[in-house]
């Protein structure tokens, strides 16, 4: 693989590793050693402690749209965004309970200078949430800031972090073999702390990867061992998730195509590979579509299928995604929200007893009663996980004279409403000043 950091090159040439210009050789038996290394769970810390996430074992996480360029809603179009509509997005996430972890940043603020808008993003994320959420990875810099500000948000110190993680950062090599040199500064600052890293390749088959499932596959995995060798070579037991993004592109045009049968097989395949290295397993939930429509929901439910059917511990993007991750949607968001809880609710155990059977109510119902109002069924309603955002369950008639409102405009009425009735969870005055001063200090370093 090539390793274009030579900070990582060393630790490898340092544990063995054939090193020939960038390109270095790994043996087989050096990373099985070191990938077992890595924890098979583990505990990422929320400001809220009952929003702790656990990563691994038979738990499952949902996080927001992380990374976009580009910000859409049904009012005021596709455009890029601002730090103003960035603090919107993350609000409708705090209020959004099926939503567990807020992705890294919903778009970028295109109207914060580029260098510092990071620290303006993780200041948000603190003010406006309390619940847990990604850092940056790209370079040294961005990623001890962002370990920084969550140790001050959590009143804690780098070793208290160490101890007790609080991020994971997404982490993607560059396909086919590549590791570049922000990505790798950003992992070994993330892995010296002791922070989770999620390695990703971008494997789309028919471009950076063979055409094949079976041999993008192959190139996924050499990609995430290898990386993950080199964090467990930063810190011995540092927490790594085996990331899938394997995918395939159309094959007429080239771009990428996302919810396809090929996306949702790989995500199955991905997490049995997880499982055979005792790794927590990350999938997504992806659409190609250029809007809020019937491709964009299939692609979506196609996806959630697959990465929930393949064990994925956490489901990326899992809510608001658009136009293959060039855009996050308002809209998106909230029917993504709706689909989670459908899938949340499958993903609940099945308890038969007695009382889950109903046999009370069947017996006192008796032929040719029915079951709307009888005590199982109101417990049933009163304690249902599911609770519906964006369906209407009106017949023809009623839905007509309210005007004939689609999903795509009830989402938008639903986030509109959801923004209006929100309010920042309490974050300490002491916490929220010391915050404060260290973006300024920051901010004039980097200017």
């Known amino acids: 693989m090539r390793v274009l950091a030579p900070a990582a090159r060393r630790l490898l040439s340092q544990a063995g590793c054939a090193i020939d210009d ?35 074992g038979n738990h499952v996480a949902f996080t927001s749209v992380g990374g976009p360029a580009f910000v859409n809603d049904l009012e ?33 603020a295109m109207d914060l200078p580029p260098e510092t808008r990071h620290l303006d993003l993780c200041q948000s994320l603190i003010r406006q949430l309390d619940k847990n959420w990604q850092g940056i990875a790209l370079g040294r810099d961005r990623a001890a800031d962002c370990i920084d500000m969550v140790a001050l948000a959590l009143g804690t110190d780098r070793d208290g972090l160490r101890e007790r993680p609080a991020l994971m950062t997404i982490v993607n090599t560059n396909t086919p073999l590549t590791l570049d040199v ?91 590979l997880a499982r055979r290295y005792n790794l927590p397993f990350r999938s997504s939930n992806t659409t190609a579509s250029n809007t809020v429509d019937a491709q964009a929901a299939y692609e979506s439910a196609m996806s959630l299928w697959g990465a929930v059917m393949g064990g994925a511990n956490i489901v990326n993007h899992a809510a608001g995604w658009l ?38 109510a069947i017996a006192a119902v008796g032929h040719g009663g029915h079951f709307f109002g009888s005590p199982h069924t109101m417990q049933r309603y009163e304690t249902a996980f599911y609770a519906p955002l964006v369906s209407d369950w009106r017949n023809f008639e009623t839905w007509s004279q309210d005007g004939a409102v689609d999903a795509y405009e009830r989402a938008h009425t639903i986030w509109r409403q959801l923004l209006e009735q929100s309010e920042p969870p309490p974050l300490d005055a002491t916490i929220d000043e010391a915050i404060a001063e260290f973006v300024a200090h920051r901010k004039e370093q980097l200017r």
């Open 22 to 56: 960038t390109i270095v050789r790994f043996d087989p038996q050096m990373v099985e050693t070191m990938v077992a290394l890595a924890p098979s769970e583990f505990t990422l810390r929320a400001r809220n402690p009952a929003h702790d996430l656990t990563i691994g």
């Open 76 to 108: 005021r179009g596709r455009r890029p965004g601002t730090h103003a509509e960035q603090e919107e997005y993350l609000r409708v996430i705090q209020s959004l309970g099926v939503i567990h972890q807020e992705g890294g940043g919903p778009f970028e």
């Open 182 to 272: 922000p990505m790798a500064d950003g992992l070994i600052e993330l892995a010296t702390a002791g922070q989770a890293v999620c390695v990703t390749p971008f494997t789309l088959a028919g471009a950076m990867a063979p055409a094949t499932l079976a041999g993008a596959l192959v190139l996924q995995n050499a990609e995430v061992l290898a990386v993950t060798t080199l964090i467990q070579l930063v810190r011995s037991g540092a927490p790594v998730v085996y990331g899938s993004f394997t995918s395939n592109v159309d094959m007429r045009s080239g771009s990428p195509a996302f919810g396809t049968p090929e996306y949702t097989k790989a995500a199955q395949a991905s997490g049995q």
């Open 323 to 360: 136009e293959g991750g060039l855009t996050a949607s308002f809209e998106k968001l909230i029917i993504d929200a709706e689909m989670l809880q459908m899938m949340a609710e499958y993903l609940q155990p099945i308890v038969v007893d007695d009382d889950s059977l109903g046999l009370e």
